[in-house]
């Protein structure tokens, strides 16, 4: 499969392959079908969709996706298949990739396509190199084999080979649903390399924003904004009127303040408080949204009741943190105001919110990092905020 056609409208189509933290697809698809009417998904993998627009990559601005394709060439595996077949060992899996390969150099798929995708973000000029991989994790091939890509890239490209610094990535790329030839258009370092040990990656952390139904002039919050990911996500993408971002830990608040600066100076206000102290920093019923990402094991917070700053530290479980935040949230929010939150799995979230007159709206089981996370999209109940608001 070619990753552009013409559809029956002759338009022409472009056909990308997006990565994300696996279990965020419906909601990478969910923002492809708002933005982009005219996509379609013919795949979705776990971590992945195959989508299709009309639309050129220097126009998706697609924040939802740690990295963006476009696709070349693609190739559904079939278990009884007599070219490809479901690997079961490590062993077959590179031998199945290796076919493709071959193949793929064998009918010169995307020759007419890979000169004008060379044609794209990137500085061209510092070459090129090819990725191997197996189910996301990169692997060597033979010498020749290599070669012999480098060498049908190259004559078609006109990129000369980089293997160290280059400025373009072709990749090949075999999972158990298919094998995928396609070059990088984003353009980044790991992100296990551009942030702090904790820091949230900046897909994930637009993706809780979106998540929050965002407005223009909210006055949205983060009580445990670490290193900042979410406020700097709401900030840039869907600017409010003003932001509360806070933290215990001065490490982590210092690198906080560095990233605003300007205009987003003057709506972010970040202090050094513990979670239990945010009354005093933000009226009743006043914000629109949370957004946040609490600790997930033991906490050490301040002792409610401390004189002004940080007091004395004292160590919560994370059931009794969750139970302290949703009893503050349900008095910081307007009616019907959402908190979304990303945890640990567990219940511990869904009952301390709902002890607190929360509702579920959504649960999403994710992936971070390896482990098991859980975004949670609640309510607060209108009833029972304006309950609290009367008693007040």
Known sequence: MRYLR??????????YYGACAPGLEECAAEVLRERFPDSSIPLSLSGALV???ACSYDRLNLFCFNNVFRLIGRVALQKNGAEFREAREPCESRESLERFVR????????????????????????GFRVIFS?????VAVGEDLRGKVEDFIASYSGLRVNRSKPGVEFWFL???EGAFFMRRLSRHRP????????ELPPPLAWV??????????????????????IPAARLRHFPPAEFFASDIDRRSLAVTKAKFSGKAAHCCHINRLD??????????????????????????????????????????????????????????????GRVVMLCGRGNEPKTAAERNGFTLVRHIPILLSGKKAAIYVLRIDPCRETDLQFHC
């Open 6 to 15: 013409w559809n029956h409208r002759l338009q022409l189509t472009y056909s």
């Open 51 to 53: 989508f299709e627009t």
């Open 103 to 126: 193949n793929t150099l064998r009918r010169r798929v995307g020759e007419d396509l890979i000169s004008a995708s060379a044609a794209g973000p990137g500085p061209v000029n510092q």
């Open 134 to 138: 197996l189910e996301n994790t990169p």
């Open 174 to 176: 075999l999972r158990r």
């Open 191 to 198: 992100w296990d390399k551009l942030l702090h040990q904790g």
């Open 208 to 229: 809780l924003c979106q998540l929050s139904n965002p407005r223009p002039g909210e006055r949205v919050a983060d009580p445990f904004c670490g290193y900042g990911s």
């Open 275 to 336: 979670v239990a102290e945010l009354p005093r920093l933000i009226p009743p019923a006043s914000l629109d949204s949370i957004i946040t990402d609490p600790p997930w094991g033991c906490y050490r917070g301040s002792v409610s009741g401390a004189p002004e700053g940080p007091g004395p530290a004292e160590e919560r479980s994370v059931g009794g943190l969750y139970d302290l935040s949703f009893r503050i949230f349900a008095g910081l929010l307007k009616p019907g």
